[in-house]
C-alpha cells in the first residue's frame, strides 16, 4: 500500500548513496571506522555460520544480534591500531573463504540507516549573487560574477562535478570563422535542422562567444582538443583506484571554486525563491538532503543553472534534474517555455535502459570540439537529419518519411571502423564529427576505451522521458540578458528556454557550449544587478512560510510515498501514443489523470526522512511539468519536430511558427500564450514547403494536399 500512516517512533534516515553491506562490510565499517586511508594488504579468514556464531577474523567476535562487538585490528606493515564498539542489529549468514572477500548482502532491496544525521554547520546564508546548480552554467555564471567583485554562493543539488548531466557531456561546438564558418551558413544549417524556431539573438550571442567560452574551458582543464580519452595505463590506474584530475574531469569542478574562493554548498535541494515586498527575488529556500535542516539563503539575485528535467525513466543519468527552476521560477512569476518538446534519447537493443552506453564513462576523457551545422540550403539535394529522435511505428509505418535525402548506411551503434591518424595539435583539425552511431575516420583512434558499445541494429527510446530539447525548455527570458522579467532572477544553460535550438536538437556538443556562453551573461547581469541593489531584505513571514513549505512532507502522517507518485507520473506520459504520437482525446485522457493528481495526491506526500523529503519534493516538481507538457501538447494543434499530432500531421507555419510559453494567471491557474517567430527572424520563407521541410509525417502529404499548400 502507498497511502498508510507513518511509523511512531525514531526516524531512521536512509540515503541512496549509502552502499549495502554484508558480513566484511560490517566487520571492516567496525574495525576501521577511524583509520586514516592507507594501502593494507591483509588475508582475512572468516566463517559464519548461524546468529550467535563465532568470526574468526583479525581480532572479532560477533556473538548474537543485539550484543556488542569490540574489535582491535593492526593492519600488517602498519603502526595503526584502532579500537572500535559497535551494536549488532541484524543477523549475518554468510561465508568467505581463506584471502576472498565475498559479501552477501544483509537486506535484499532495503537500504542501510545512515549512522545518524550530517547536519551543516550554517543554515542562514548571505551573498551577493546565488547561483543554482554548479555545471556548466553554474560554473561560468560564478567565474563571472565573482571576477565582476560579487560574494557568490553556489548551491548544488548534487556532488559538484558528479551532479546533472555536465559529467556526461563530451563535446562542445564553437563559431569560428576561421575554420570556415560563415553567419549564412551557421543560421541556415541550425535553422532548417530545428525546424525554424530558433532565437536568432540568442544564436547571435553564441556565435559572438561560443569560441571565448571554449578556450576559457581549455585553460580551466575541462576541454581538450589533442587527447579526448585515458590512455590505456591511465585505465589500469583507474582500475586500481588511482584516480587523478589528468584522466577525470569531474575533479576539475570542485577545484575551479577552490581557487577562486567561491564557496559551494552541496547536497541542497532548493525548492522555493524567496521575495520582497515588491515582488523582486531576494534569495532561496531549500532543504538540506541529509538532515532536517531549512536553508535560507539571502541575496541580491539569483541565476538558476539548475538544468531542466526527465520524469525519471530508467538508463538515462539525469535523474537529479526534476524541472527545480521551473518550478521556483513559475511561482514567482516567471514564465516557461518550450514544454510541448520532448527528446527520448535512443538507445541501443542489446542495453535498452542504458542511453549512453553501458559503462562508457564520458568523464573520464576531455570535452572535445565537434563540427558545426554542415547544411548549406534547403532542398530535396539536402542530407535530411538524423531522424532516429522522432521515428516511432504508427500501424507499421515510420511516423517520419525522408523526401528524397539518403540517410547514412549504417544505423547501429559500434565502433568498427577504420582509423585514419590526424594530427590534432593543428588548430584546422581541432574539430571531430561527433556522430557516435557512424565515427567517421578521423574520430580519436579509440573513442571510447572504457567500453565500445557491441554492433547493436536495433533502437529504441525512452531513456530521456520527459527530457525537452536542450537550450529551448526552462525560463523565457525578456531579453538577451538571460532575465526572467521578475527583478533579480536570471537563469542559464538548459534552465534556460534561450531558444538557441528549436524543435529539433540543432547538434551535439550546442548544449554544453551554449550553457557555458549564457552562464557567462546570466553571471555578469546578475553581478551587474546585485551591484546597483541594496542589501536583501526578507520579512519573517516569507522565511516562515518557506520553512513549512520545505518541512511539509516530513511532518505529513498520511498520504502517499514520492516513489509511487514518480512512478504514476512515468506511467501517463512515456507511452509512445502519449510522448511521441499525439492526439486529442489521449491527450485529454492524460490531462485528466495528471490534475487528480494535482489536486489529491501531490499534496500530500509522505517522507519519513531528508532523502525522502527531497523525492517527494521532486515528485510534486514533476507533477507540475507534466501538467504544463500536456497542456502546450494539446495547445500545439500541428506537428513540428519532436512534436508528432495524428490529428494535425502537417508544419502549420501559417498559425505555429511560434514559441509557447506557461505562465500563472492573476487566479493561479495555469495559461498558455504562443509568442510567433518575428519576421526579421524568419529564414527559408520563401521556399515550397517541401524544401523546408525534407521529411515528412505519415499523413502530412494528405493533409497539405487537402489544405492547397505547395
Known sequence: MNEGKKPEGKKKLVSRRDFMVGSGAVIAAVALSACAPKAVTETVTSTVTAAGSTVTAPGSTVTAPGSTVTSTVTAPGSTVTNTATKTVTSTVTATSTTGVKEVTPLWYGQETPIPGIRKLGTTDYTCDVLVVGAGYAGTMAALRATALGQKVIVVNKGITGKAGLSPWANTMMFYDPTLGDTETNFIEGLQNRTEYLVDLDYLNLFMRDSLPRWKEWVQIGIANYTDTMPTPSELIQLS????????????????????????????????????????????????????????????????????????????????????????????????????????????????????????????????????????????????????????????????????????????????????????????????????????????????????????????????????????????????????????????????????????????????????????????????????????????????????????????????????????????IYAPYYIAKMRDKARLEGALANCLFIRDHIADKIVAPDPHNNRLAHEARHMVFALEMKLRTALFREESRGYHYRQDFPFRDDKNWLAWLRCYKDMNGDMALEKVPVPDRMKTHSDYPYRARYAIAFVGEEEAIAARGIV
Open 240 to 571: 586500481q583506484g588511482i584516480i587523478t584530475p589528468g584522466i577525470d574531469r569531474r575533479w576539475f569542478w570542485p577545484q575551479v571554486y577552490k581557487d577562486k574562493g567561491i564557496q559551494v554548498i552541496e547536497r541542497v535541494m532548493l525548492t522555493k525563491l524567496l521575495t520582497d515586498s515588491k515582488g523582486a527575488v531576494v534569495g532561496a529556500a531549500g532543504l538540506h538532503c541529509e538532515s532536517d535542516d531549512v536553508l535560507i539563503f539571502r541575496a541580491k539575485s539569483v541565476v538558476l543553472c539548475c538544468g531542466a528535467g526527465t520524469f525519471k525513466a530508467g538508463g538515462f543519468p539525469g535523474d537529479q534534474d526534476t524541472f527545480d527552476g521551473d518550478w521556483m521560477g513559475y511561482q514567482v512569476g516567471a514564465k516557461i517555455g518550450g514544454m510541448e518538446w520532448n527528446d527520448f534519447h535512443g538507445m541501443g537493443g542489446v542495453y535498452p535502459s542504458d542511453s549512453w552506453g553501458q559503462g562508457d564513462q564520458r568523464y573520464l576523457g576531455r570535452i572535445y570540439a565537434t563540427t558545426t551545422p554542415s547544411y548549406t540550403r534547403a532542398g530535396a539535394d539536402m542530407p535530411p537529419r538524423n531522424h532516429e529522435a522522432v521515428s516511432i511505428f504508427q500501424d507499421g509505418d515510420l511516423v517520419t518519411r525522408d523526401r528524397g535525402g539518403i540517410y547514412p548506411p549504417n544505423l547501429t551503434n559500434t565502433y568498427n571502423y577504420e582509423y585514419v591518424p590526424v594530427d590534432r595539435t593543428l588548430w584546422e583539425n581541432v574539430r571531430y564529427d561527433s556522430d557516435g552511431y557512424h565515427p567517421p575516420l578521423t574520430w580519436p583512434e579509440i573513442p571510447s576505451r572504457t567500453n565500445p558499445q557491441p554492433s547493436d541494429n536495433l533502437s529504441v527510446g525512452g531513456g530521456g522521458t520527459g527530457l525537452g530539447v536542450h537550450c529551448t525548455e526552462g525560463i523565457y527570458p525578456v531579453d538577451t540578458n538571460c532575465w526572467s522579467g521578475v527583478p533579480g532572477l536570471y537563469a542559464a544553460g538548459d534552465a534556460l528556454c534561450s531558444r538557441l535550438n528549436g524543435a529539433v536538437y540543432g547538434g551535439k556538443g550546442i548544449s554544453s557550449s551554449s550553457a557555458g556562453v549564457y552562464g557567462y551573461i546570466a553571471g555578469e547581469q546578475a553581478a551587474i544587478y546585485a551591484q546597483g541593489t541594496s542589501a536583501p531584505v526578507v520579512s519573517a513571514d516569507e522565511i516562515s512560510s518557506a520553512q513549512s513549505e520545505v518541512l511539509k512532507p516530513l511532518q505529513t502522517t498520511r498520504g502517499f510515498s514520492p516513489q509511487w507518485i514518480s512512478e504514476l507520473v512515468l506511467q
